[in-house]
């Protein structure tokens, strides 16, 4: 019960946060989504709306880094992406162009999940272990040409792996309610 009104409470101070917004008072409504956070409360939208409003108040690079939190919690945000890149613009951060192998990896990562990274990874080394073992007991001749590319898929795979978790680590080192749309 105690739960139910403290849920209730901050549902409160969010809608009061979004009249604010909508009234176009930025800097009370940023009060308010703080205090939400001061809660210990946490949301993509919250944090979306309160980018928003840094970004109404012309603070960028506030607002930059609560986009990027509310894309933590929302990868398939493409509004907080798009923001972001007006942040930059604003900020005048140019990105570099990329070279073409770093475009590759960046598809070839993006097309599994972490999980399924580690997953292949470590199937593969089990397979690998498993025909070593298999060699060893039945005595066969050293034929490892099952093995060698079975090694190196699996260091490929932990690759991808380990690269894709660095890239949403570096998103969050920037610092189920409704989303205000512009």
Not at 11 to 21: G, K, P
Not at 79 to 105: E, G, R, T, V
Not at 127 to 139: E, P
Request: proline residues 2%; aromatic residues 18%.
């Amino acid at each position: 019960m105690i739960f139910s009104v403290y849920l209730n409470a901050s549902e409160r101070l969010f809608y009061t946060a979004d009249s604010l917004y909508v009234s176009n008072n930025y800097k009370q409504s940023i009060e308010t989504y703080n205090k939400i956070l001061n809660k210990g409360l946490e949301s993509s939208e919250l944090y979306y709306n309160l980018a928003l409003c840094y970004f109404k108040t012309e603070k960028f690079q506030d607002s930059k880094s609560y986009f990027q939190k509310s894309l933590i919690l929302n990868p398939n945000s493409e509004d907080a992406k798009h923001k972001i890149i007006i942040c930059n613009s604003k900020l005048n951060i140019n990105k570099k162009p990329k070279l073409f192998y770093k475009i590759w990896n960046d598809k070839a990562i993006s097309f599994f999940s972490i999980f399924t990274w580690s997953f292949l990874s470590l199937l593969f080394i089990l397979t690998s272990i498993l025909i070593v073992i298999y060699k060893l007991i039945r005595k066969h001749k050293n034929n490892y040409t099952l093995l060698i590319p079975l090694i190196l898929f699996s260091l490929v795979f932990y690759f991808f792996n380990v690269n894709l978790s660095n890239k949403q680590q570096d998103i969050f080192k920037a610092q189920t309610t409704k989303i205000i749309k512009e």
